[in-house]
């Protein structure tokens, strides 16, 4: 079955980065784009962008671009989210979503900043 | 960026009864517009996409309807564990949006 598994809550603080990853499996990974989603406390799902996995060309929604990094390593299914200069407003819940209409998610991975 | 705007914010409804939700698009968004369902402590749920096919395990309680601006989430018969936060997203064009949520709440 289709599946998509985050790595698990991080707290940093204001100025560190942090990496989260979304491995999937159960369908071949090359087919379908991974999106991003971020989810603030309290709030409605906001778009961040994509990355075509076959290419590895990212795409990234207004508001998400500089210090948001989508990679990939097609060799283990996995696709990661960096984030740069962490803020407080950067505290979310992130998800990764497959394909064209996000038909599959993973569980969402908690990022707290704070000091 | 196409924007897209739910109504009501919050439906307050008994199970049983029909609940209809909106999506609005600033601009048409074609066929392109998915429905997705979000509770408590959950990831969100794809419930339709191509804006009135139903997704893999979703009861046919659940339709969608619409094309071009105007997009319509119609639940028939409200069970109890139907009450939750519905989002649409187009994704006709590049960024994929969202809307802002609907809740649908027991009353």
């Known amino acids: 079955q289709v599946q998509l598994v985050q790595s698990g809550s991080e707290l940093k603080k204001p100025g560190a980065s942090v990496k989260i990853s979304c491995k999937a499996s159960?369908?071949?990974?090359?087919?379908?784009?991974i999106n991003w989603v971020r989810q603030a406390p309290g709030q409605g799902l906001e778009y961040m962008g994509w990355i075509n996995t076959n290419t590895g060309n990212p795409t990234y929604a207004q508001g998400f671009t500089g210090r948001f990094v989508f990679s990939l390593d097609t060799s283990v299914s996995t696709a990661y989210l960096q984030i740069s200069s962490l803020k407080a407003e950067d505290t979310a819940v992130y998800y990764c979503?497959?394909?064209?209409?996000?038909?599959?998610w993973g569980q969402g991975t908690l990022v707290t900043v704070s000091s | 960026e196409i924007v897209l705007t739910q109504s009501p914010g919050t439906l307050t409804l008994s199970p049983g009864e029909r609940a209809t939700l909106s999506c609005r698009a600033s601009q048409s968004v074609d066929n392109y517009l998915a429905w997705y369902q979000q509770k408590p402590g959950q990831a969100p749920r794809l419930l339709i996409y191509?804006?009135?096919a139903r997704a893999t395990g979703i009861p046919d309680r659940f339709s969608g309807s619409g094309s071009g601006t105007d997009f319509t989430l119609t639940i028939s018969r409200l069970e109890p564990e139907d009450f939750a936060v519905f989002y649409c997203q187009q994704y006709d064009s590049s960024p994929k949006t969202f809307g802002q949520g609907t809740k649908v709440e027991i009353k």
């Open positions: 191509y804006a009135s």
């Open positions: 979503a497959r394909g064209t209409f996000l038909d599959y």
């Open positions: 159960g369908y071949t990974f090359t087919g379908y784009s």
